[in-house]
């Protein structure tokens, strides 16, 4: 259960959990972009299957700490990091740790829908295919099973073979969300996932949010704070790179401990 | 219930495996494509330098390169390219000849081109419907892509001999086209509104075709009487007596010409993108002012883009530098180096296709050959190099003004 | 309320453009006017030249007669009057194929159906009246008999050549081939000799036969009926003979090998060159460039010396192409080839075998020019696709060999393809560097027959652009094998134009579908 701990009460209030809870462990994390500061010295445990939240201003950092949770950052040559991320005790960036399987397991669904220019099938079949070894049969299976679980299935189970980008743009983003579930990750992480959706399509992906917590280890970067009110469990905001305020998302929202948090919150805080 | 995928350590390894080793063949492989274009220039250089540092003593001198010869024959010494002639001086080697040959087709390709492609370009910018300008583009795409094999051949065999005998006419044509053009912008701005609606000003570019081969009967009319009331009935026997100007069949003029119609299209192109990028918000300001179109493009877009137009000129100098077969089957070959634009001439790229294959490989010959390939490999590089330099500056330079819109 | 809008048009243009406006549409209007004027003498001069066209039968003031096509006309050099330029034919008899004659001294023009027009394998036409056929054995036939007799005899002759051509590709050239391997043995030398014997009895079963032939000036001569390739009335022909004729005639271009020093004849060696040329030199260009696209964009760092890579790579596009000649004869062929030829191929030396131009070292050049087009379209297409399409991949686990090769590469397809196309078009124009590194001007073997290895990389091959050169600068008689000429250039233009066309067309889509992408 959740342990209330006030870290470093000067500069900020953070909420602690027993290392058998915690998913993944953050603990003295920095990044830069070349010269520039993006992350600084941030240590946080993020909840084994609970919604967590990254809220805050534009520009505060919130997704590229979400992209250095699956090491996304890889690609680019100018970041550098310090400090330790722990998936289930372990440091994602031991030298024995392969990239690409710590990917599976920490999945990632992004801003805008990316289906791959390919069937329905194929796009949720593409992380089975690579892990490879499977019969066709219970490729099928665990498709549908994804599909269902995205709450798709009943939209498109007539079309598999039609090109996934002949879905709307809600249909696409839950599509993604099949294609990630179904490589069978742990954590999912879902960097403004609604933002480029119209409402209802907003309130399908939340909902589905809210069933997938069963299963899964959700991370959630928004800029909407009611989106983060909505679904989430706990809730950490950033600002300029630090982590200001940790906690339970409605103590943050009806109480927050630290005047910055209150003023973001509030809207006082452009 | 979740069907987790199997996940095997040995799959895991071998894909990481073969994603290490793919990404070193594509490095070893990529640098080592880069690396073989590349080592053209090498290759000439390692070729070129015995030259100049041979390991025996040289059988020419080389400021002999760059300096009138002693031409047995004559009395004051001269600039002679005569490779393999070897009667009692041995094979002449004087590089201005060809140098002289190249960069002439290479003017008069521009003095042809030019106009056209900047007047072309100017006017798809300015005044062209959207819809022309856009079956445009893929036209002149077409007509680069035209082999110079096909226009030499044509502007060997057809047109020189054609202009040979309608000297006259041609110049009748030139004389008449550029009035015949104004009258037509005359005559268009009398018509009835109806009418000019019907004839806008954005489809001008097909409605005048027919009005330019009208343009081409009336030179027809006139040629001979030009020709018989100023030039005393032969314009070409006229050339020879009264200016001292030899005629020959095959000359700069027509290289220029057959030149000038292949590096039109790269020219247009070019400069249209440049033209055409000029941030629209600049154009529509002095537009407001009420500047004519031609106006808002003299003053405010051509000092905008004029590096972008002389970027495109560059890159169609270096076409012309370069190209082989049209100047070898429309200029003669004829390595004389005089003024006389209506007489033959040699250039570099030539003398390569005609005289390597012939050149025993280490020798003088070869050697000046391969001299004449690193000078133009040298030049365009350094040109298109310039050029793109230029345009990636304007491109920056657009993109603060506000951005193509 | 016409006056209303009439009103509006005149507001909309307050004053005249100035007279630069008039002299830049006019620009554009020449460049498309002398764009238009090429096609057309292409098109003109290429096809019309496989027309039977009607045979003029001129009579002159002076009595004199002769017999030929109109081909054009200009005024005389002293400026009285015109002339006119017959094709005659008739170079055995006249010395000259060509007669110009002055307008003013024709007395009658004619067509008279019986003018006979013979394509002779030596001499080119004939144009004249056909007196009688003269057979091996048998009474000689005279008049419209002989005419009958002489077509039925030219089908049958082009069977029993067709049947010589056959043997002697099919069992002599093989069993010569078997004889350099092997030596002598009986069994070859007695198969050659029956192959042989075979051919003389076909042989002696054309000949024979001979043509009494009368020429419109009333000169007489006898052509060996063996000569005649085939023989045609034109002026008895109906329009729709023609149409066929023609067809005839456009498919023996393409479809048959050169006469008489490449003024007569077909193209095909010369096509069937440039398309295997083409072909390898895109074999050898796709893997190579796409390989040095994906490692500038996809693996190297994104530093400065990449960004300079990258505009050298561009620049060489616009280095000539002679210089890249200049390279392979210099390294391919004198490097490469003559250490090829001093470590394999002693034996023949020092006659060269890869130490001279060939199919391989030309294929090769034409790649390397190449190579920078499809780099730099290669490229576009890569820098083209979303970053969000790769980070969806590698967010799945996949590694970025998978990525490249299951979302990168698949997307960039279209652009690849469009690269490669543009190299080939290019390359198919592309003759200066072909005269330093293997093109010939009759090639005697094709590069690819049944001997092992099939495909000889080391021989030298026709090619199309070239052709016209060799017979535009270097041919007897350019005037007769213009009409040629020009049908060549029409075909390499055709050739060349369609996959440009190809090109733009997938460009095209290629934007249009990745602006449905980028629209989200």
Known sequence: MPVMREARPARGAFIDFEPEATSLEIRGFGLRYGDKPALNDLTLRVPRHRVTAFIGPSGCGKSTLLRALNRLHDLNEEVVQQGEIRLEGRDIHAPEVAVAELRRRVGMVFQAPNPFPMSIYDNVAFGLRLQGGLSKRRRDDIVEWALRSAALWDEVKDRLRASAWSLSGGQQQRLVIARTLAVGPEVLLLDEPASALDPISTLKVEELIRNLKASLTLVLVTHNMQQAARVSDYTAFLHNGELVEYAPTDTLFTNPRLARTENYITGRMA | MMPTPPTSTMRQRLRQGRDRLATALITAGGIGVIAAVMGIAVFLVVEVVPLFWPAEPPRIRLEALWLPQDVAGLDAPAYRWQPTLADDGGPLFSLPPLVWGTLEAAAWSLVIAVPLALGAAAHSALFMSRRLRARLRPTLELMEALPGVVIGFVAGLALAPWLERHLALALALLLLVPPGLLLAGGLWRQLPARLQRRLPLGWAALWLMPWLVLTWGLAQWLGPLLESQWFAGDLRA??????????????????????????????????????????????????????????????????AASPGVLSAVMIGAGRAVGETMIVLMASGNTALMTANPLDGLRSMAASIAIELPEAAPGGTHYRLLLLAALLLFAFTFLVNTLAEVVRTRLRRRYRRLGGPS | MRWRRRDTARARLPRGEGPWAWLSAGSVALSLLLLALLLGLLLSRGLGHFWPGDVALVTLEDGRQLAGRAVREEPLPDGSGRERLYRTGNRDLDGAIWDWVALAAIHEVSYPRELLVLERRRWGEFIGRLVALEPEAGPRLEGEAAWSALEARLVALEARREAIRRLREQTIRPLVRRLEREGESAEVTRALAAAEARIGALRASLGGASLVLESVSGQHSIEPLEEVVRARRPNAMSNLDKLAAWGQGVWRFLSEGQRAANTAGGVWPAIFGTVLMVMLMSLLVTPFGVLAAVYLNEVAHQGRLTRLVRIGVRNL??????????????????????????WFFEASLPSPTFGTGGLLWASLTLALLTLPVVIVATEEGLARIPHRQREGALALGATRLEMLTRVVLPMAMPA?????????????????????????????????????????????????????????????????????????????????????????????????????????
């Open chain 2, 238 to 303: 006229w050339l020879e007596v009264t200016l001292g100007l030899d005629y020959a069949s095959r000359n700069a003029v027509i290289v220029g010409m057959a030149m000038g119609f292949a590096v039109v299209p790269s020219i247009y192109a070019l400069a249209e993108d440049a033209l055409s990028g000029v941030p629209r918000s600049l154009a529509e300001g002095a537009q407001a002012l009420g500047a004519t179109r031609w106006q808002t493009l003299w003053r405010v877009m051509l000092p």
């Open chain 3, 416 to 520: 690849m393809l469009t690269g490669v196309i543009l190299a080939v078009a290019r390359a198919a124009g592309e003759v200066a560097p072909l005269m330093l590194v293997g093109v010939a001007k009759l090639a005697p073997q094709v590069p690819v027959d049944g001997d092992f290895p099939f495909l000889h990389l080391e021989r030298k091959f026709m090619h199309l652009g070239y052709h016209i050169f060799d017979a535009a600068f270097h041919g007897g008689d350019v005037q007769a094998a213009l009409p040629l000429i020009y049908a060549t250039a029409l075909l390499l233009v055709l050739v060349i134009l369609m996959l440009n066309l190809t090109a733009i067309f997938l460009r095209h889509h290629l934007r249009s579908r990745h602006g449905t992408l980028s629209s989200y």
């Open chain 3, 317 to 342: 596009a616009g280095v000539p192409s002679i210089v890249y000649g200049v390279f392979g004869l210099g390294v391919f062929v004198y490097g490469i080839g003559g250490h090829l030829d001093s």
